[in-house]
């Protein structure tokens, strides 16, 4: 029977998607997105993602003129315009060193913090009804179980302490570990948003999880490199396709080299 790993994409504007465009649209080859509203596992390829209410039932995009609407009913956001995302290069480079079949979940809304993915909460909530659907789809075919993070942004915004978010991000951890038997937690790690020692907090907090727990995973820093210059920048703070596809590009094939014992690729550009 073949296995399929799965990958929860998780996180908030930059893992929901808002790059300004969509760059290419090529199905990844043997890769796949599971999609709650239908119950179905599709063939992965931007645009990816789902908008649901809170309800768990169809929600409808995001738009500047609905905006305020949509963050209230929205738990989880599809990419804003259709736009490109990084899961599509990241999945294309951990099918490319593995040679294994992957499921992606995206599981992101923007402008949240940490403390809105906590257990308990209605995003948390949201995350595991997608993928409990998935794994159940899926049945005895789920390989191996991953989780892929992309956030702090909204954390910088409201200084959010090293300890404190160190402390949510484990509980998290955990208990995607205890609902899905997680086998690693693995950190994008988040670019700078405010430009001053907030952004450090959650940058220090990211770091020595990786270093002090091993459900935890660095698999890349090239975020810091690509504020370089506007090449990679859609808005403040956001990456434009180029960079989503960087990012995937870089976290998709290193997260394959740990499965594979292999050495990671670097972070350059």
């Known amino acids: 029977m073949e296995k399929y790993d799965v990958i929860m994409f998780l996180g908030q504007s ?32 931007n645009p990816v993602g789902e908008d649901i209410k809170y309800n768990l039932s169809a929600g409808y995009p995001y738009t500047d003129e609905n905006q305020d609407e949509w963050r209230k009913d929205i738990v989880l956001g599809s990419p804003l315009d259709g736009c490109t995302t990084l899961l599509p290069e990241f999945c294309r480079n951990y099918v490319g060193v593995t040679g294994r079949c992957v499921v992606a979940i995206h599981a992101a809304k923007g402008a949240t913090t940490v ?3 906590l257990p308990g909460t209605e995003g948390y909530k949201a995350v595991k009804a997608k993928a409990s659907a998935c794994f159940k789809l899926l049945g005895e075919r789920v390989g191996k179980v991953y989780a892929v993070w992309l956030q702090g942004e909204s954390d910088a915004i409201e200084a959010t302490t090293s300890d404190v978010y160190s402390e949510r991000l484990t509980l998290i951890k955990n208990q995607l570990k205890e609902d ?18 907030r952004d450090e907090k959650i ?52 997260l394959g080299a740990y ?11």
């Open 14 to 45: 930059n893992m929901q998607g808002q790059s300004g465009c969509v760059s290419e649209t090529e199905v990844v080859e043997n890769a796949f997105e599971y999609k709650f509203l239908t119950d179905k596992i599709v063939p992965l390829a």
């Open 115 to 117: 403390a809105q993915w």
């Open 180 to 197: 899905f038997g997680l086998e690693k937690f693995c950190i994008i790690k988040v670019g700078k948003f405010v430009f001053d020692e």
């Open 203 to 254: 940058f220090d907090a990211q770091e020595k999880l990786c270093t002090t727990d091993d459900d935890f995973i660095m698999l890349t820093r090239i975020t810091e490199k690509l504020f370089g210059g506007d090449k990679y920048i859609y808005v403040w703070g956001h990456y434009n396709a180029l960079g989503q596809e960087i990012i995937g590009r870089i976290a998709g094939h290193n």
């Open 259 to 269: 499965v594979e014992g292999l050495p990671f690729a670097p972070d350059s550009l």
